[in-house]
């Protein structure tokens, strides 16, 4: 390790935390990495990995010339992204989605940081806030943060965590799949990385079957919560379908399981009244995870429901769904512009635990506040991101961009347009086929824009 920088210190070697290390080393900055798994697990993870995906193993689409996300894939390749690196060399077929072998992907992530000479990683819970002596540190520790560090972070801050259940969605065996009922194709055909555009296995349901299920949703065995945990929120992006389905019955049938740029060939000229999809979840393809399909059901529930689901009659799980508590500090009061914690100015954040969600989006926080640490510990500032790029929103977003009046209230956020400020000149709409732009196309036109200025502002930023 270099003795002519002091380390900064990451507690966390999840998504976040691996991408602050690895920007941290980049710039020659040596790191200790603080990671308390397997000495002590979390609900939801299942090894010890850095950068284990606990729920699914999308990070969504790729698109980076009209969808917000991809842009903030695009943004962070540009920055010499850790997490998108692997990420895209141990991708799967996903249609236009960027979907990742999730143990391939870990087993990259955790090698790189290991084998690389200026990280030390120190295994064992960090019980409490870090000492004052370590200087510059990173508090990476995600939404399953130990109930001693949320605590102290609490005792420090004085402000009230914020918090919300996260479900995980159910994986079955392809081969499991009963084939003379469901069908391979992805939504419209579309070709993503990797893919060849039938990339996700679809089960119809017509309407008899469809109410029927919705029915044995809403009427289903659920998990328990217990006392303190009864009023906590749902994260709007990653609701359980029997949630989805007490909203109304046609809820699911407009989210994941809608019927639209799907057609099957068992029964081509009949259109299902719904259909659920399933995505490749490793590299071999045995495994596929079921779209959307987070939930709260008990085990026995689960079965029994989810085999009424044309296609998987037969269906072998080689995981059920199940339901976490995350956390995540009210980072608009707390933190700084420099994504420092105002009463600890040695203490940064990075990732879930500040407020926003997906895998990306957490990745994306850990390579922003790695930059800065690493400066710092040179002695030297460095800036977040333009506003109008997809990184320079999110950091707005958790220091207090969005708030506009006194009854606001702070809530975990994925990267959309919504974030960017709107472009400055007047648009001109051309004409597609002819004929002037209506709606959709209006809208899809404008993104199109908004993804074309913030790849472009983002350049000095991540080559810097």
């Not at 399909?293 to 689901?309: C, D, N, P, S």
Request: proline residues 6%; hydrophobic residues 40%; neutral net charge.
């Amino acid at each position: 390790m270099s003795t002519d920088i002091k380390p900064v210190h990451i507690i966390g070697a999840g998504m976040a935390g691996s991408e602050a290390a690895w920007q941290c080393v980049s710039r020659g900055v040596p790191v200790i990495l603080h990671e308390m798994r397997p000495e002590r697990m979390t609900d939801a993870h299942e090894t010890g990995g850095f950068a284990e995906l606990v729920c699914s193993n999308s990070f969504r689409s790729d698109d980076k010339s009209g969808n917000a996300v991809g842009v903030l894939h695009e943004e962070m390749r540009m920055s010499n992204s850790l997490i998108m690196g692997m990420g895209d060399m141990t991708k799967l077929p996903a249609g236009g989605a960027l979907a990742v072998d999730r143990n391939a992907f870990s087993d990259a992530v955790t090698t790189i940081l290991h084998a690389h000479p200026l990280v030390t990683i120190e295994y064992g819970e960090v019980k409490g806030l870090p000492p004052k002596d370590w200087g510059n540190t990173i508090i990476a520790t995600g939404p399953l943060t130990a109930p001693s560090l949320a605590n102290a972070i609490l005792e420090e801050t004085g402000e009230d965590s914020l918090a919300f259940f996260d479900a995980i969605a159910p994986i079955v065996y392809k081969d499991s799949i009963d084939f003379d009922k469901a069908w391979m194709q992805s939504r419209y055909d579309k070709k993503g990385p990797g893919g060849d555009g039938a990339d996700y296995v679809n089960c119809p349901l017509d309407k008899d079957q469809y109410h029927t299920f919705i029915d044995a949703l809403i009427a289903s065995d659920k998990t328990e919560f217990k006392d303190f945990e009864k009023d906590t929120p749902y994260f709007e992006s990653c609701l359980p379908i029997e949630v989805m389905a007490e909203r109304g019955a046609e809820t699911l049938r407009w989210g994941p399981m809608k019927p639209v740029g799907l057609t099957n060939p068992h029964n081509p000229t009949v259109k299902a009244h719904a259909i659920v999809q399933l995505r490749q979840d490793n590299a071999l393809g045995t495994l596929y995870n079921m779209v959307g399909f987070q939930t709260k059901m008990k085990y026995g529930a689960q079965t029994e429901i989810l085999r009424t689901i044309p296609g998987l009659e037969n269906a072998v799980f080689a995981r059920l769904g199940g339901i976490h508590r995350n956390t995540f500090i009210n980072s608009p009061v707390l933190l700084n512009k420099k994504l420092q914690l105002k009463s600890r100015p040695d203490l940064r954040f990075a990732g879930q635990i500040m407020g926003v969600e997906g895998y990306v989006e957490s990745a994306a926080l850990g390579l922003i506040t790695g930059r800065m640490a690493a400066a710092q510990a040179r002695g030297q500032d460095y800036a977040a991101p333009p506003l109008t790029t997809a990184l320079g929103a999110l950091v707005e977003h958790v220091t207090g961009g969005f708030i506009t009046g006194p009854k606001a209230k702070f809530q975990p956020m994925n990267v959309n347009f919504g974030l960017f400020p709107p472009l400055t000149e007047e648009i001109v709409y051309p004409k597609k086929d002819g004929k002037r732009r209506r709606g959709k196309d209006k809208t899809r036109y404008r993104k199109s824009l908004l993804a074309a200025r913030a790849l472009e502002d983002i350049k000095p930023w991540a080559a810097a």
